[in-house]
């Protein structure tokens, strides 16, 4: 079994930066891929970025690339999401995720372990 739990979600201004953190627990993190999603209301969860599993590749989404940047350290089982330049339209509920099914996940279906979500609110 594995634990996913998100924080660092809150209110930033358009063009501030915010840093989202991810502790994965129950297996090591490098035994699982990771992944950041986000969900508006109305809208489908999306996969912005992205670790394969031992950490060789990274995803970005196209509305994301150049603003977010995804790292982790194995040793604190912690993968963190750096976000720069926000925008009012980044304004979502951000999820972790985690994967031991498939070595790099890009869609939510690939995910199977989720925390509960951070909000980030960017205002105008």
């Known amino acids: 079994q594995v634990q996913v739990v998100e924080s660092g979600g809150g209110l930033v201004q358009a063009g501030g930066p915010l840093r989202l953190s991810c502790v994965v627990s129950?297996?090591?993190?490098?035994?699982?891929?990771v992944g950041w999603s986000r969900q508006a209301p109305g809208k489908k969860r999306d996969i912005v970025a992205a670790?394969?599993?031992?950490?060789?590749?990274?995803y970005y989404g196209d509305s994301v690339k150049g603003r977010l940047t995804t790292s982790r350290d194995n040793a604190k089982n912690t993968v963190y999401l750096q976000m720069n330049s926000l925008k009012p339209e980044d304004t979502a509920v951000y999820l972790c995720?985690?994967?031991?099914?498939?070595?790099?996940?890009?869609?939510?279906?690939?995910?199977?372990?989720w925390g509960r979500g951070t909000q980030v609110t960017v205002s105008s």
């Open positions: 995720a985690a994967s031991t099914r498939v070595n790099f996940g890009t869609v939510a279906g690939d995910y199977d372990y």
């Open positions: 670790f394969s599993r031992r950490g060789g590749s990274t």
């Open positions: 129950g297996r090591t993190s490098p035994s699982v891929a």
